[in-house]
């Protein structure tokens, strides 16, 4: 049973009828491009196969009433709320999801209530962007009982709602986020990456058949999560910040490679590694890209890893557990291997060949009993479809 029939038939259970619709969004991994979409620059996200699906009914009295089915399949239901009183630290824990993104709508004079019900499969707390999924597929749902259908004529553009879940992410839940997770959850499409330049809001589907070549993704759920994820993510925003202050750009994807050397000249001893992940990291993605335009999955192998070593010893968002899986798969013959997301904590990726799968499945299990952490699950993942209407 998909998430979606599961959402529809938990709605029939709760409210005795059936829902007027059902929508669903998926978590993403990104493949390459990380902490530059808040400086303007690339990301090259695939979506998961896991998504979380939300069957919805307006109600005509204005109020929003969610309830979400976990794994033990309790409902949760969050305390109904009138639309018109949303505001940001009205709500808390789960219910700010949902709640954000209809306080972000009604600022677009989408203002219908609606009762909600949520189900999904994207592993939470796993870096796989569950909460975004969650935003995505409420954003659609609330903008579906108003009669929007998503880029069609004289509706909004999917890259608008992706800018809408964001406002409701950085200003009523509170996380200063970019916008890579909600445009991967909303835009990407099947058996392809997106390319997504996030400063002019360009977006290319790069063709992403791993199969065919060979290959696969490994997706390598570390189960860790640092206390230092949330504040450690705001401390490098505002470094980069200040960087680009200091050096009088809009943001940081406007120092070329070339201009590195004389950048960092510029800049205080703290804010460097900063600037050379950021500015590296974007010209990674580019030459990434490229190899795949040219039909190389492969090519990008060298790429993950060159990434990962830049997030690891310039921004410093990595943990032993990410590190302990990169080094694993790499040593079992991965191309390449990357943390993926934040950091500190939650997934990494290995792009590896089909025949090597279990030999780095093997690795990085060895590498973590060997270390007593706790076991991480694997899975591969082949790029899936986007956010939409599912019933
Ligand atoms: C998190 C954020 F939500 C994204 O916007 C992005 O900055 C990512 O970390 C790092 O690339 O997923």
Sequence with gaps: MTSADRAASQFRRLHGRAPDGVWSAPGRVNLIGEHT???????LPFALPFRVA??????ADGVLAATTIGDDAIPQR?????????????????????????????????????????????????????????????????????????????????????????????????????????????????????FLDVRSGAREQVPFDAAAAGLEVIVVDTRARHSLATSAYGDRRRGCERAARLLGVPALRDVPLDGLAEASAALPEDLRPLVRHVVSENDRVLRGVAALRAGSIAGIGAHLSASHASLREDYRVSCLELDVAVDAAVGAGALGARMTGGGFGGSAIALAPTGRRDDVRAAVLAAYAERSLTAPRLFTAAPSAGAGRDL
Excluded at 37 to 43: I, K, L, P
Excluded at 54 to 59: D, F, I, M, N, P
Excluded at 174 to 182: K, S, V, W
Aim: overall charge negative.
């Design 37 to 43: 979409d808040y400086n303007d620059g690339y990301v």
């Design 54 to 59: 939300v069957a919805a009914s307006a109600r």
């Design 78 to 194: 969050a305390a109904p709320v009138p639309v018109a009183d949303l505001a940001p630290g009205s709500v808390t824990g789960w219910a700010a999801f949902p709640a954000g993104v209809a306080w972000a709508l009604r600022g677009q004079g989408f203002t219908g209530g609606a009762d909600l019900v949520v189900v999904g499969d994207v592993p939470a707390g796993a870096g796989l962007s569950s909460s975004h999924a969650l935003q995505c597929a409420v954003a659609l749902a609330l903008l579906g009982l108003a009669g929007v259908t998503p880029d069609e004529d004289g509706s909004p553009t999917l890259a608008e709602i992706a800018r809408w879940v964001q406002r409701s992410e950085n200003d009523f839940v509170g996380a200063p986020t970019g916008l890579l997770d909600q445009t991967a959850s909303l835009c990407c499409v099947e058996s392809h990456a997106l």
